[in-house]
């Protein structure tokens, strides 16, 4: 069973950076498009990042873009997600996802990907 863990959450003041980690165990997802989501409190859940199995093709979000980057190490089964010049609105629990389906290129639409973690909590001081 495969089976998908966020590490890499904390507490940091505003403009701070986090490197979130998300590692697969129970197979290899080298071959698997897997995206970053997030969950502020009382908000939806909402598209942060997304990697192609390859790691060619990456997506952002407006809110995100140009201050997290989405990057992956097939070797070591692992998603990583840089995030810099942190704000309080990043503030949420933070989500790994991955599309079981092989050989797809990510996408911002949360019902693609079948397998989840448990998440990470994010909080940004102001």
């Known amino acids: 069973q495969v089976q998908l863990m966020e590490s890499g959450g904390g507490l940091v003041q505003a403009g701070g950076s986090l490197r979130l980690s998300c590692a697969a165990s129970?197979?290899?997802?080298?071959?698997?498009?897997m995206g970053w989501f997030r969950q502020a409190p009382g908000k939806e859940r909402e598209f942060a990042a997304s990697?192609?199995?390859?790691?060619?093709?990456?997506k952002y979000s407006d809110s995100v873009k140009g201050r997290f980057t989405i990057s992956r190490d097939n070797a070591k089964n692992t998603v990583y997600l840089q995030m810099n010049s942190l704000r309080p609105e990043d503030t949420a629990v933070y989500y790994c996802a991955a599309d079981s389906r092989p050989y797809r290129v990510g996408t911002l639409n949360d019902r693609i990907y079948d397998l989840w973690g448990q998440g990470t909590q994010v909080t940004i001081r102001s």
């Open positions: 129970g197979r290899t997802l080298s071959s698997n498009a």
């Open positions: 990697i192609s199995s390859i790691g060619s093709s990456k």
